[in-house]
Nanobody, 123 residues
Framework: QVQPVESGGGLVQAGGSLRLSCAASGRTFSSSAMGWFRQAPGKEREFVAAITWRGGSTYYADSVKGRFTISRDNAQNTGWLQMNSLKPEDTAVYYC????????????????WGQGTQVTVSS
């Protein structure tokens, strides 16, 4: 079992930065890929970024590429999403997810989900 817990969300002005954290309990976190997803009001949950279990490869949605960075430290059972140059359209609830053996953009492949953290970007 893996239980991700997100933190670090908040209100920030456009152009600002936030760093989200994902602290996960459970031994299998370090052996599974991790992903970040987001869901804006009235929209479907969408892929943001993913990282392989060893952290050697990362994947990003086109909308965040070059602005967001996903990382992890298995020794701490923690992952992060560094978000720079934030835009109002980045406003959403951000979810950390874990579980698949390989990094994937498909939300259905992730077995474990956090409760989410709200990110609001004002213009």
């Amino acid at each position: 079992q893996v239980q991700p817990v997100e933190s670090g969300g908040g209100l920030v002005q456009a152009g600002g930065s936030l760093r989200l954290s994902c602290a996960a309990s459970g031994r299998t976190f370090s052996s599974s890929a991790m992903g970040w997803f987001r869901q804006a009001p009235g929209k479907e949950r969408e892929f943001v970024a993913a990282i392989t279990w060893r952290g050697g490869s990362t994947y990003y949605a086109d909308s965040v590429k070059g602005r967001f960075t996903i990382s992890r430290d298995n020794a701490q059972n923690t992952g992060w999403l560094q978000m720079n140059s934030l835009k109002p359209e980045d406003t959403a609830v951000y979810y950390c997810a874990a579980g698949p053996p390989i990094a994937t953009r498909r939300a259905s492949e992730y077995r474990y989900w956090g409760q989410g953290t709200q990110v609001t970007v004002s213009s």
